[in-house]
């Protein structure tokens, strides 16, 4: 079972990127998807989620008005459009499965591999 995340690259800021999560081996229909990022010298921080369906959206409040995140259901993918992109975005971004966004109890069984995003000023 895998996750692949892609879609990073460099960009000056205010400009957008769209990640992508694929998974292998099982479908992401019947799983939540997380984004999270580390950025240099810092820990890693969640910073969207939407649930199995497709239904329930949450968002991090340091990206909450400029990243977006949905679902391709019958594509199997998730996706993170990031837009007004700023330097303090610059990390690598990870996709991983998920049983209870943003909630205390959520377990993240599965992980991409991570696509690295670049912000220039």
């Known amino acids: 079972v895998q996750l692949q995340a892609s879609g990073g690259g460099l960009v000056q800021a205010g400009g957008s990127l769209k990640l992508s999560c694929l998974a292998s081996?099982?479908?992401?229909?019947?799983?939540?998807i997380a984004w999270f990022r580390r950025a240099p010298g810092k820990e890693r921080e969640e910073i969207s989620c939407?649930?199995?369906?497709?239904?329930?959206?949450k968002y991090g409040d340091s990206v909450k008005g400029r990243f977006v995140i949905s679902k391709d259901l019958p594509k199997d993918l998730v996706y993170l459009q990031l837009n007004n992109l700023q330097p303090e975005d610059t990390a690598i971004y990870y996709c991983?499965?998920?049983?209870?966004?943003?909630?205390?109890?959520?377990?993240?069984?599965?992980w991409g591999q991570g696509t690295l995003v670049t912000v220039s000023s």
């Open positions: 991983a499965t998920s049983v209870a966004c943003f909630q205390h109890d959520d377990v993240n069984e599965f």
């Open positions: 081996e099982f479908t992401l229909n019947y799983f939540g």
């Open positions: 939407i649930n199995d369906r497709g239904d329930i959206i």
